[in-house]
């Protein structure tokens, strides 16, 4: 049997993507499909090599095509109504895609012993000069302003269970027994996180793509002493604000369908759609809960003995 034949027979045998609107389905289309894609260091647009990562979005988007075939019979049926145009597909025709192609091909450096800030230049220039950042609400990056890579609910996450699949159980507040089980309205479960935090966002990968999908970005810190520069910028806030709790570390993302609501870290965890990004932050979590956070602005002095400021 083919690998994309077992993958199918997978699928049938738990289709879990039954319960999806047709909407919904073709959102999951658009986000595995996006996941796949490279902006390779000749300005090309590509798939990754394959490996185990990459293998988890081919059996995702086979899942996504045997749905289809399902619904609508043969591949085109389904995708014929245009819904794929809107893609927010990196341009490998701009300017911007071969400066960053070259900039990355010229740098050999080691997945896993950097983390990289993009952003622009004139910003990047004061923080690598003057150590000058700015932190930012998690409540900011909902604004409907931003652009589709970098706008995101953070303080809640929604999944999707099959209804097969999930249960509501009544708990006795008194006795903590288990008094019956009740069939939940709807299929979408959001968890929400109590307070406002602050977080600083970066990424794990020194990539071209990610030039074109933060804002045009022109330019990047590229920091190659992680754990120095997380230490001096927590140092640094302490400085200035107190009352909170710095955690740094990768973001988890989550498949909305197939997560459990127990295994959500509502501060570490990002709808799998963001997956490419490979996000790391920094997050400062208040000791009580509070929803009006301001703007902070640090300044950490020169950056120039953990990190390379890279311009386009």
Same mark, same amino acid.
């Given at each position: 049997?083919?690998?994309?034949?077992?993958?199918?027979?997978?699928?049938r045998m738990?289709? /879990?993507? #039954?319960?999806?609107t047709?909407?919904?389905?073709?959102?999951?289309?658009?986000?595995?499909?996006?996941?796949?894609?490279?902006?390779?260091?000749?300005?090309?647009?590509?798939?990754p090599?394959?490996?185990?990562?990459s *293998?988890?979005?081919m059996i995702q988007?086979t899942?996504?095509?045997?749905?289809?075939m399902?619904?609508y019979?043969p591949?085109p049926?389904?995708?014929?109504n245009?819904f794929?145009?809107?893609l927010?597909i990196?341009?490998?025709d701009?300017p911007l895609?071969?400066?960053?192609?070259?900039?990355?091909?010229?740098? #050999?450096?080691?997945q896993?012993?950097?983390?990289?800030?993009y952003?622009?230049?004139?910003?990047l220039?004061?923080a690598f000069?003057?150590?000058?950042?700015?932190i930012?609400p998690a409540? $900011? /990056? $909902?604004?409907?302003?931003?652009?589709?890579?970098?706008?995101?609910?953070?303080?809640q996450?929604?999944? *999707?269970?099959?209804?097969?699949e999930?249960?509501?159980e009544?708990i006795?507040?008194?006795?903590? #027994?288990?008094?019956g089980?009740?069939?939940?309205?709807?299929?979408?479960?959001?968890? $929400? $996180?109590q307070t406002?935090y602050?977080?600083?966002?970066?990424?794990?990968?020194?990539t071209?793509r990610?030039?074109l999908?933060?804002?045009?970005?022109?330019?990047?810190?590229?920091?190659?002493n992680? *754990?120095?520069?997380?230490d001096?910028?927590?140092? #640094?806030?302490? *400085?200035?604000a107190?009352?909170f709790?710095p955690?740094?570390?990768p973001?988890?993302y989550?498949?909305p369908?197939n997560?459990?609501?127990?295994?959500i870290?509502?501060?570490?965890?990002?709808?799998?759609?963001?997956?490419y990004?490979?996000?790391?932050?920094?997050?400062?979590?208040p000791?009580?809960?509070?929803?009006?956070?301001?703007?902070?602005c640090?300044?950490?002095?020169?950056l120039?003995?953990v990190?390379?400021?890279?311009?386009?």
């Open positions: 049997m083919k690998r994309h034949e077992m993958w199918r027979a997978q699928y738990r289709r /879990y993507m #039954e319960h999806l047709e909407d919904e389905l073709q959102q999951r289309a658009k986000d595995v499909f996006l996941n796949q894609l490279v902006l390779t260091n000749e300005a090309k647009i590509g798939l090599p394959i490996n185990a990562k *293998q988890y979005w988007l899942h996504v095509l045997e749905e289809f399902i619904r019979g591949y049926a389904g995708f014929t245009g794929m145009k809107d927010s990196p341009r490998p701009v895609a071969s400066l960053a192609a070259k900039a990355v091909k010229s740098r #050999e450096i080691t896993g012993t950097y983390i990289v800030k952003g622009k230049a004139q910003y220039k004061q000069e003057n150590g000058k950042i700015r930012a409540a $900011s /990056y $909902s604004d409907p302003s931003l652009n589709p890579a970098i706008r995101d609910e953070e303080l996450l929604t999944i *999707q269970p099959p209804p097969t999930f249960r509501m009544i006795d507040p008194n006795t903590g #027994e288990k008094k089980v009740i069939k939940p309205v709807g299929n979408k479960i959001t968890t $929400s $996180s406002n602050y977080v600083y966002c970066l990424s794990h990968l020194f071209p990610l030039f999908d933060f804002d045009h970005a022109n330019a990047c810190l590229l920091i190659t992680p *754990q120095k520069f997380i001096r910028i927590v140092k #640094e806030f302490e *400085q200035v107190t009352g709790i955690m740094a570390k973001v988890r989550i498949d369908l997560t459990r609501l127990g295994d870290e509502i501060f570490f965890c990002k709808h799998f759609r963001y997956a990004q490979k996000e790391f932050r920094i997050a400062w979590l000791h009580e809960p509070c929803q009006k956070l301001d703007y902070i640090l300044t950490l002095g020169s120039e003995d990190c390379e400021l890279i311009t386009l």
